[in-house]
């Protein structure tokens, strides 16, 4: 349907332009002959020969052509000649500029029954001018014709009567034919002398604030009262569909409401706080014991917010307007809202225009406005409008610094509390992930995912003491995370194996299974009850010597702390598909559907949004989701359900997904610096070390060095499937074992040499396959 549009569009685009150039060249042959009519009524001669058996040379302008012509239409219809002359470049102008708005047939028709008209009236009245000393009737022998005729049937009475009907029914029909062409320059006249207005006012249209709170305006003006921005956005006055400029308010006339799209100024940035006072948090024991980190670490924001300069987003929504014109899409800009990154346009369709039709059209507007990349939202959720989302002219970075100043970051009690960014607004967006329960990210290399994971993690650390959040990151690059080595939050050293990457997700199922039946034996529904219920029993008054103390075992009661929420980083998802796809899916399924209530956590990243990587099992249990900039619709399609992520700008630019929200948000993700992250871990490291927990990944090394070490002892788990698999096909290789059973090569290789030695399959025989020996 799209390949199908866009032909369909492109057709009406060159049949515009011929027709464009078809009347452009009436018009100016049009012009030449009215040129020629009036250059040869002005060298009128009454000397001069204007009929061919006449001699004498001819004293005419244009000599014996222009002779003939002036004698003829001063002999026909007298001084009507000059008005009947000047008609025609008139009337080509307007065939050139009505472009379909102008019905030249009734023009004509007027044209001719004015003509009509005002010579019977001349003719009747029986004037004469004298031209060069000849005398000559006005109204010319037409003109006494049809006086004659017209007295001769009605009388002198009739004869005026009927004259003056034939002037006034042709003056109507040239009035209704030009009427939208005249409709249009009445309304475009205003605007047309912007400068001969007064300019007491400073802003031509009214700037609304974010917030709820009015701001006075300095002097009395007739325009607007100032409103909320989230009011609904005022509704232009109707204007006709080709009017070059919508009209602005004047301030002679208060009682006309602005006509122009309104502007949504950006949300203000808060002062900075000089708080040396932790922000707040939920637990008792953690304000004894450690002291959350400083705002002052994060580098401050500059100035780098711009005026709003009105003019120039006026004269982006004309261009919008123009250019979906271009491609038969009527509408208006109803709202303007310029934000740190993009400005979002509100398009309003005319009625009849499909949505699908403007959606398709991202690619050629981007084009035409010389814009890096064009995103289109149609339609915004719960408004009757597209937005039309176009970057800035001078793009705002986003810090840390003033997203973790906010009061929506101060007044969070969440320890698992994550600023994301700023919306398109310039609007902190913090979110809790403990409501998400758990995040899914894509995004290309370069896109800026790695700076937001770091952005995270440092929200958790801002937040959350050890007692409160522990951390398991896995990192395989072995890079991206190593900054946070030795953070008392660790749980676990920064895993880089994948193979231990799926030990760690076993151990984290195993602790959820335990934790649930902790919570299901104090008879409460998730981490958060049963913290609470240990702190007003008092069971938790004194912290025992592990940081953050994990569920004990059901069968060896201990004293009861507060549980921690355990959070699971994944900075790559792919390499632990490629290793062991199937056990890797059925962990992180098994977590992100059982593991919310018992206080465990999942973030997962990857640059690589396949199929294969983010699997249909994966993406239906995490419905928090963050796309970066990604290389194809077909990426986006598989992150988000949707296409758009291919039209972000990087750098941090993204779109979020929330489970309780409709539609996508777009998010400016906010940057953080190497040394502010060191200066945080440093903080950390220096009011004591992690106390790690080597079961995460003891259980998975010893299996390992088992297998490796060939024990006969040691049967592998999926040796009877593939003995299975084996006997059933009828083929005995390693590859096929591999490929069938998804495990590594030396695993498969030990299967098919334990299969020798039990007698299912006969010797390797060079390059030939196995004989298998026991068949089904």
């Known amino acids: 349907m799209t390949k199908r549009a866009g032909k369909s569009v492109a057709l009406e685009g060159r049949r515009e332009a011929a027709l464009s150039w078809l009347r452009l060249a009436v018009a100016l042959a049009l012009l030449a002959v009215a040129a020629v009519l009036l250059t040869a009524l002005a060298g009128y001669d ?25 004698g003829v239409l001063y002999g026909g219809v007298g001084l009507l000649a000059w008005p009947a002359a000047l008609a025609l470049p008139l009337g080509g102008w307007l065939f050139w500029k009505g472009r379909g708005q102008v019905a030249m047939l009734p023009l004509c028709c007027g044209g001719l029954w004015a003509l009509a008209g005002a010579g019977a009236l001349l003719g009747q009245s029986g004037l004469t001018i004298a031209i060069q000393g000849q005398s000559l009737a006005v109204g010319g022998l037409a003109g006494q014709a049809a006086a004659s005729g017209l007295t ?16 006034a029914g042709g003056a109507a029909l040239i009035g209704h034919a030009t009427w939208p062409l005249l409709g249009q320059a009445l309304a475009w006249r205003p605007t047309s002398e912007p400068e001969a207005a007064p300019r007491t006012t400073p802003r031509p249209e009214p700037i609304i604030a974010p917030d709820k709170r009015p701001e006075p305006t300095p002097e009395p003006t007739p325009t607007p009262a100032v409103e909320p921005a989230n009011a609904p956005a005022l509704e232009p006055a109707n204007a006709p569909a080709l009017e070059p400029a919508p ?50 670490l994060l580098r401050l924001p500059g100035e780098q917010h711009a005026q709003i300069d ?20 009527a509408g208006h800009v109803a709202e303007v809202a310029p934000g740190p990154v993009v400005t979002v346009f509100e398009f309003k369709p005319a009625p009849g225009v499909k949505i699908s039709k403007v959606a398709g059209l991202a690619d050629d507007l981007a084009m035409n406005l010389r814009a890096q990349s064009i995103r289109i939202v149609a339609p915004i959720p719960g408004k009757a409008a597209i937005g039309i989302e176009i970057p800035s002219a001078k793009r705002q970075k986003v810090f840390l610094r003033e997203l973790l100043d906010s009061d929506h ?41 790695s700076v937001f994971i770091n952005s995270l993690v440092l929200s958790i650390l801002y937040k959350s003491t050890p007692d409160q959040v522990r951390l398991i990151m896995v990192d395989p690059k072995r890079i991206e995370l190593s900054t946070y080595n030795d953070v008392p939050h660790l749980l676990h050293p920064i895993i880089t194996s994948p193979k231990e990457a799926t030990a760690g997700l076993r151990w984290a199922v195993a602790e959820m299974e335990r934790r649930y039946t902790l919570l299901a034996a104090h008879g409460v529904r998730n981490i958060g009850s049963f913290n609470d219920k240990l702190r007003a029993e008092g069971l938790a008054a004194e912290p025992d010597g592990r940081l953050g103390g994990l569920a004990p075992d059901p069968e060896r009661p201990a004293r009861l702390t507060p549980l921690p929420h355990v959070l699971i980083i994944i900075d790559e998802l792919a390499d632990l598909m490629m290793v062991s796809s199937k056990d890797v899916e059925g962990l992180i399924t098994r977590l992100a559907q059982m593991a919310r209530a018992s206080g465990i956590h999942l973030v997962l990243a990857t640059q690589r949004p396949s199929v294969d990587v983010i699997t249909g099992l994966i993406k239906a249990n995490f419905p928090a989701r963050i796309s970066f900039q990604v290389s194809s619709r077909i990426d986006s399609r598989t992150i988000l359900d949707q296409q758009g992520a291919e039209h972000l700008l990087g750098a941090g630019d993204m779109l979020f ?41 003891a259980a998975a090394e010893g299996d390992e060095d088992a297998a490796a070490d060939g024990d006969d002892d040691v049967v592998d788990e999926l040796y009877q499937d593939a003995v299975r698999l084996v006997r059933q096909s009828g083929q005995a290789s390693i590859s096929f074992v591999q490929r069938r059973l998804r495990v590594g090569y030396n695993r498969a290789a030990r299967m098919i040499e334990q299969m020798e030695q039990d007698g299912v399959v006969g010797p390797s025989d060079g390059s030939r396959p196995r004989e298998v020996l026991l068949r089904d």
Not at 52 to 70: S, T
Not at 665 to 687: L, P
Request: proline share 12%; with cysteine.
């Open 657 to 697: 997904l929330h489970p309780s929200t409709p539609g996508l948000k777009r998010v400016h993700g906010a940057f953080v610096s190497d040394g502010e992250i060191e200066d945080v871990v440093e903080h950390w490291k220096n009011q004591g070390r992690p106390n790690y927990d080597e079961s995460v990944v």
């Open 310 to 329: 009105h003019d120039q987003l006026m004269e982006k929504s004309r261009l919008v307007e123009s250019k979906l014109a271009d491609y038969h899409v």
């Open 152 to 167: 001769a049937l009605a009388g002198a009475g009739g004869a005026w009567a009927a004259g003056g009907m034939a002037l």
């Open 46 to 70: 009454p000397a001069d020969p204007w009929r061919p058996d006449e001699a004498g040379a001819a004293r005419n302008w244009l000599g014996p052509l222009g002779a003939v012509v002036a």
């Open 247 to 296: 009209p602005r308010p004047r301030p002679q006339k208060p009682a006309a409401p602005a006509a122009g799209p309104r502007v949504v100024a950006p949300a203000p940035l808060e002062p900075p706080k000089p708080s040396t006072e932790a922000a707040p948090c939920r637990s008792e024991n953690a304000a004894q014991r450690f002291a959350l980190p400083s705002v002052e």
């Open 409 to 449: 970051y101060r007044q969070a009690q969440s320890p698992l509390t994550v600023a994301l960014g700023k919306d398109i607004l310039g609007r902190p967006v913090i979110e809790d992930l403990c409501r998400m329960p758990h995040l899914l990210i894509a995004g290309a290399t370069g896109a800026g995912k």
